[in-house]
T-cell receptor
């Protein structure tokens, strides 16, 4: 059983739709992440939230809008996406990096997004 | 030079074989190192952290050489269930929480 959950598992949307991906973690972590993964490629970091504040935005297009309502929840709002945005969207959580060492990140099962 | 570079795959090995994965990273400020495994169409799962002194977890042994910026993973007595893609992952210097993933090496263990 994963302690990071994501909904929905699958999502098909048109280019004019607005939808949201949701992530919840029950590990007491204070850092949460969004990644995008294309087939046969490694995950690519999109956003990092630390203590509910956005700390890293990897130059992600504004059609992706993250939100962290509280320490357990992370949303990704989608609007006017392109077909090339079709991918697996992964949420992860960890303890925030304190000092030099960091603990590993724990991933949810992902949302498989198809943009038509 | 790629930020995190791994052996190209795939590796096809028989059950019981010992297999080694290698990885190099370019950012000398990196402090944290991990191996993840990812099964087809699933999320990456943390296999083990990698410590300077080397560490072992059952059939899995990880080594780190900071001077050479090199990480390895050794799997002994490989099982069919070890078939997966293995990802070398490095934190990116002091950019809190930013992990850089290698391209991954696919392992297929055959009966």
């Amino acid at each position: 059983d994963t302690e990071v959950t994501q909904t929905p598992k699958h999502l098909v949307m048109g280019m004019t739709n607005k939808k949201s991906l949701k992530c919840e973690q029950h590990m007491g972590h204070r850092a949460m992440y969004w990644y995008k993964q294309k087939a046969k490629k490694p995950p690519e970091l999109m956003f990092v939230y630390s203590y509910e504040k956005l700390s890293i935005n990897e130059s992600v297009p504004s059609r992706f809008s993250p939100e962290c309502p509280n320490s357990s929840l992370l949303n990704l709002h989608l609007h006017a996406l392109q077909p090339e945005d079709s991918a697996l969207y992964l949420c992860a959580s960890s303890q925030p990096q304190g000092g030099a060492m960091m603990k590993g990140q724990f991933f949810g099962p992902g949302t498989r997004l198809t943009v038509l | 030079r790629k930020e995190v570079e791994q052996d190209p795959g795939p590796f096809n090995v028989p059950e019981g074989a010992t297999v080694a994965f290698n990885c190099t990273y370019s950012n000398s400020a990196s402090q944290s190192f991990f191996w993840y495994r990812q099964d087809c169409r699933k999320e990456p799962k943390l296999l083990m952290s990698v410590y300077s002194s080397g560490n072992e977890d059952g059939r899995f042994t990880a080594q780190l050489n900071r001077a050479s910026q090199y990480i390895s993973l050794l799997i002994r007595d490989s099982k069919l269930s070890d078939s997966a893609t293995y990802l070398c992952v490095v934190n990116w210097g002091n950019q809190g929480g930013k992990l850089i993933f290698g391209q991954g090496t696919e392992l297929s263990v055959k009966p």
